[in-house]
């Protein structure tokens, strides 16, 4: 009986001793980082942190693609900040976690510094011009539905990103606008040779012109050698396009960007005292090559503006964007600025 009791006893005391065992801490995918956005009343972008210490980017962003992509195609853009991303190489490691494919900046229009195959700097325009919203390469046959940028290091004063939804861009532009542009598409006009812009060699990445003349037959672009070493070219492009995945119509152009009017005043003035409008490194018409009329242009750039979000750039953030359902721009600044770029998963404008 003792020995019955005993047996008991011990087998009760292991069970309050298991009962009581301190339990390893765990945390789920979702709890191990913090979701919310950049300001109150700002639902874009959305901003990722960490809620424990010394997680890895590369890793989580693995583990939760479809987390990534669900809230992506949602909000637009996704701000991973405090992260311990600090050099090029963490960066083009988060980059291979969440993208299996990424693409050359063909058809270059600014300069940019070409880090490796795919890492590039930001566009190097001088500090104090500002670089205005666009989606990137939404000239191009071929463009990026997504594009990354990481902060190795904010400037001292300004040079932020600026950000607009271009689902909501395209609702505030007049349906009259909008119908026409529907219509007539818009073009693109880009003449090289004359020192101003890139040469065509950087832009096309070849010095050989029979390989450039194919490339812009296969990609809808019309050309014009003016003489052995002068180029002009123009292409028609839709101002419009729909998101292959979401369904949604956004205004999807450089039509604004590349627009005579968007160019500083006094480097317009001493462009214009050199070159008809047709002669300048670039401009954009209607699609039937008509001039597009400056108070349209006004107010584009101002549905623009009425949708633009900016925020401070920190060191190691990393701002993740849907190309086609945000753009981005930049503002001037003051002291040393790093900015990163890659793009990736490349789309046919045949396949949407």
């Known amino acids: 009986m003792k020995n019955q009791e ?27 980082v913090e979701v919310s956005h950049i300001e109150k009343g700002t639902i874009l972008p ?3 942190k960490p809620n424990v210490e010394d997680l890895s980017l590369p890793n989580w962003a693995k583990n939760n693609r479809n987390f990534i992509e669900e809230n992506l195609l949602q909000y637009g ?35 940019r510094t070409k880090l490796n195959e795919k ?12 670089i205005a919203l666009h989606n990137e390469l939404s000239y191009v046959v071929t463009w990026p539905m997504k594009i990354w940028f990481f902060c190795l290091q904010p400037s001292a004063w300004g040079g932020e990103t600026p950000i607009a939804d271009v689902r909501k861009v395209f609702q505030r532009i007049d349906p009259k606008i909008r119908e026409r542009f529907q219509q007539k598409g818009w073009m693109l006009v880009r003449n090289f040779g004359d020192g101003f812009g890139l040469p065509w060699q950087t832009s096309f990445h070849t010095t050989d012109k029979a390989v450039m003349e194919e490339y812009c ?23 419009i396009a729909e998101h292959p995945k979401t369904g949604e119509m956004v205004w999807f152009n450089h039509i604004v960007f ?13 462009l214009l005292a050199e070159f008809k409008e047709e002669e300048l490194p670039y401009n954009t018409y209607y699609g039937d090559g008509s001039p597009i009329e400056a108070s349209i242009i006004d107010q584009i750039r101002t549905a623009y503006l009425q949708e633009t979000i900016i ?19 930049r503002k001037p600044y003051k002291g040393t600025r790093k900015i990163l770029v890659t793009m990736g998963e490349p789309i046919d404008r045949k396949n949407i």
Do not use: C
């Open 6 to 32: 005993f047996q008991s006893g011990i087998k009760n005391s292991w069970a309050t001793i298991k009962k009581n065992k301190p339990k390893a801490i765990s945390f789920s995918q979702e709890k191990l």
């Open 46 to 48: 959305l901003l990722v």
């Open 77 to 111: 853009g996704i701000l991973f900040r405090n992260f311990n991303i600090n050099t090029q190489a963490d960066f083009e490691q988060f980059i291979n976690s969440v993208s299996s494919k990424l693409m050359p900046y063909m058809e270059a229009a600014t300069p």
């Open 119 to 130: 890492i590039y700097t930001s566009t190097e325009f001088p500090p104090d011009e500002v």
């Open 217 to 239: 037959r296969n990609s809808g672009i019309a050309f014009e050698w003016k003489d052995s070493t002068h180029l002009k070219t123009w292409q028609i492009r839709p101002a």
């Open 258 to 270: 590349w627009h005579v009017s968007s160019l500083e005043p006094q480097l317009r003035e001493i």
């Open 311 to 329: 925020f401070p750039w920190q060191q190691g953030d990393i701002l993740m964007l849907d190309n086609m359902l945000i753009a981005h721009g």
